[in-house]
């Protein structure tokens, strides 16, 4: 549903990620992006501009922590505005006495009487008992089509025709609950091509008659633009408590979730995936905020980078580098800091774009050479790491026996040590040095 978006915004992130410190001018640029490709997924123009200059107002003069890149801190701003744009995780209430009324409200073909048999069977699997109510009597197929998927689901249907005026069917229908022995009462309502009159007052009756405890307004996502107008107007008349937002596993381009949750301040409690009866979902705004970023899960990555590495000790070792002072210690310590983000493999996969490098890198191999690589030098004694010349055969030997690895191995450690002094000299000199920041997390 967010590909569209997702895209985008890979794109900016990964311009992004090139660059050192970010200036005012880059956010502008950034944000121009993220406002496009919002504005592109039909997201409304007042809820885009709220967001950018919410991001914005973050981004600007940000202080540049320690252990993340500007552009990882760009990418975690656009993340978490994401999060409490789209709002807090809701639950259905069915707290206080039962029975317990649910009515489903929305436009035609929106799903509402899908959405009314997905939620009486999350229900009958949490231990409820609940009864539908076919209170679309416009649409004779409407009453029918609601006792099929009743049945699918084992669930009872109460209905009473078409000549009886749905507000009287929904009163019927709590008695009815009263009596017997549902909990939670789901009404499934007629719905309209556009919003009318005629339709809001049927509606308001139902709700004065019946005394809901949720009103669901059911949206297509598919709809964009036009959800916003759709969600108002309901909220006006019937006083929403929720959203169920349908058809998200279509090609929608995502925009309704984004703003009728920000225009009607109307939390979304559910996600329709899917035709059939099961594909019902709680609505969870961070896996929907980092999905329509794209951003894999590289912001799991940021957390971990934020926490896990000694960025003052990078630092020290860095410029120890450029000196040319950089010893086998040192690149020990390098290691283990990279060590502390996770196996390589999984840091690879964290990675947009890397993924596919894994299947190149056989990952455990990866993983191993590290250990390998610490356990050679650990062998050693502080001094051969300080100053590796004065290994000669026999000291190589005995740092071999303790290690476990071959005299070969320890030679071809060392080779690659005295080749990486080279290079890093050379980036001392002042060639190259932009080069540097990737290898030890963001020398500045
Ligand atoms: N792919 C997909 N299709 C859905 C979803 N929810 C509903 N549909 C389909 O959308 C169509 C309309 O669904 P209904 O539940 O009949 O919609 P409604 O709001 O009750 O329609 P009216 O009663 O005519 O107002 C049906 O073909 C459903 O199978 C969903 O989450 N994903
Ligand atoms: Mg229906």
Same mark, same amino acid.
Not at 15 to 29: I, T
Not at 204 to 212: E, G, I, L, N, R
Not at 372 to 400: C, D, F, H, Q, Y
């Given at each position: 549903?967010?590909?569209?978006?997702?895209?985008?915004?890979?794109?900016?992130?990964? =311009?992004?990620? %090139?660059?050192?410190?970010?200036?005012?001018?880059?956010?502008?640029?950034?944000?121009?992006?993220?406002?496009?490709?919002?504005?592109?997924?039909?997201?409304?123009?007042?809820?885009? #501009? *709220?967001?950018?200059?919410?991001?914005?107002?973050?981004?600007?003069?940000?202080?540049?922590?320690?252990?993340?890149?500007?552009?990882?801190?760009?990418?975690?701003?656009?993340?978490?505005?994401?999060?409490?744009?789209?709002?807090?995780?809701?639950?259905?209430?069915?707290?206080?006495?039962?029975?317990?009324?649910?009515?489903?409200?929305?436009?035609?073909?929106?799903?509402?009487?899908?959405?009314?048999?997905?939620?009486?069977?999350?229900?009958?699997?949490?231990?409820?008992?609940?009864?539908? !109510?076919?209170?679309?009597?416009?649409?004779?197929?409407?009453?029918?089509?609601?006792?099929?998927?009743?049945?699918?689901?084992?669930?009872?249907?109460?209905?009473?025709?078409?000549?009886?005026?749905?507000?009287?069917?929904?009163?019927?229908?709590?008695?009815?609950?009263?009596?017997?022995?549902?909990?939670?009462?789901?009404? *499934?309502?007629?719905?309209?091509?556009?919003? *009318?009159?005629?339709?809001?007052?049927?509606?308001?009756?139902?709700?004065?008659?019946?005394?809901?405890?949720?009103?669901?307004?059911?949206?297509?996502?598919?709809?964009?633009?036009?959800?916003?107008?759709?969600?108002?107007?309901?909220?006006?008349?019937?006083?929403?408590?929720?959203?169920?937002?349908?058809?998200?596993?279509?090609?929608?381009?995502?925009?309704?979730?984004?703003?009728? @949750?920000? !225009?009607?301040?109307?939390?979304?409690?559910?996600?329709?995936?899917?035709?059939?009866?099961?594909?019902?979902?709680?609505?969870?705004?961070?896996? $929907?905020?980092?999905?329509?970023?794209?951003?894999?899960?590289?912001?799991?990555?940021?957390?971990?980078?934020?926490?896990?590495?000694?960025?003052?000790?990078?630092? @020290?070792?860095?410029?120890?580098?450029?000196?040319?002072?950089?010893?086998?210690?040192?690149?020990? *310590?390098?290691?283990?800091?990279?060590? #502390?983000?996770?196996?390589?493999?999984?840091?690879?996969?964290?990675?947009?774009?890397? %993924?596919?490098? #894994?299947?190149?890198?056989?990952?455990?191999?990866?993983?191993?050479?590290?250990?390998?690589?610490?356990?050679?030098?650990?062998? $050693?004694?502080?001094?051969?790491? @300080?100053?590796?010349?004065?290994?000669?055969?026999?000291?190589?030997?005995? !740092?071999?026996?303790?290690?476990?690895?071959?005299?070969?191995?320890?030679?071809?450690?060392?080779?690659?040590?005295?080749? $990486?002094? =080279?290079?890093? #000299?050379?980036?001392?000199?002042?060639?190259? @040095?932009?080069?540097?920041?990737?290898?030890?997390?963001?020398?500045?």
């Amino acid at each position: 549903m967010f590909e569209n978006l997702q895209d985008k915004l890979q794109g900016v992130f990964r =311009r992004l990620s %090139g660059r050192g410190r970010l200036g005012e001018a880059d956010v502008d640029a950034a944000l121009r992006e993220v406002r496009l490709a919002l504005l592109e997924a039909d997201v409304n123009f007042k809820v885009v #501009k *709220d967001f950018i200059g919410r991001v914005r107002e973050r981004a600007v003069g940000v202080e540049v922590t320690h252990s993340l890149t500007p552009a990882q801190q760009v990418i975690k701003i656009v993340n978490e505005e994401l999060i409490a744009t789209l709002g807090e995780p809701a639950r259905l209430d069915l707290d206080g006495p039962s029975p317990h009324v649910i009515m489903l409200v929305g436009l035609q073909g929106s799903g509402k009487t899908t959405a009314a048999s997905k939620l009486a069977l999350f229900l009958r699997k949490s231990n409820h008992r609940p009864l539908l !109510v076919a209170a679309d009597t416009r649409r004779p197929a409407a009453i029918d089509q609601l006792q099929v998927l009743g049945k699918q689901i084992d669930v009872p249907v109460h209905a009473e025709g078409t000549n009886v005026p749905p507000p009287q069917i929904c009163a019927n229908a709590v008695k009815l609950a009263r009596q017997g022995a549902f909990d939670v009462i789901i009404l *499934d309502t007629a719905g309209r091509l556009h919003v *009318d009159d005629a339709l809001m007052d049927e509606l308001a009756q139902v709700k004065a008659k019946t005394d809901p405890q949720e009103v669901l307004l059911v949206a297509d996502a598919m709809t964009g633009q036009d959800a916003v107008r759709v969600a108002e107007a309901f909220h006006q008349r019937t006083g929403l408590t929720g959203l169920i937002l349908t058809k998200i596993d279509g090609d929608a381009r995502g925009g309704a979730a984004i703003s009728i @949750r920000a !225009v009607t301040g109307v939390p979304i409690k559910f996600l329709g995936t899917g035709e059939k009866t099961g594909d019902l979902e709680r609505f969870h705004p961070d896996r $929907m905020a980092s999905r329509i970023l794209g951003m894999g899960d590289i912001l799991t990555l940021i957390e971990r980078a934020e926490s896990a590495v000694d960025q003052e000790k990078a630092q @020290r070792a860095g410029e120890r580098l450029l000196a040319g002072e950089f010893n086998l210690e040192d690149f020990r *310590d390098q290691l283990g800091e990279v060590k #502390k983000l996770g196996p390589l493999s999984q840091l690879l996969e964290m990675i947009p774009g890397m %993924g596919s490098l #894994k299947q190149d890198l056989s990952p455990d191999v990866t993983d191993q050479q590290l250990k390998r690589i610490e356990a050679i030098i650990n062998s $050693m004694t502080p001094l051969e790491r @300080r100053n590796p010349k004065v290994l000669n055969g026999s000291r190589k030997r005995r !740092v071999a026996r303790g290690s476990g690895a071959s005299v070969q191995e320890v030679n071809q450690l060392l080779g690659q040590f005295r080749q $990486m002094q =080279r290079m890093m #000299k050379q980036f001392g000199d002042g060639k190259g @040095r932009r080069g540097l920041p990737n290898i030890f997390g963001g020398l500045r």
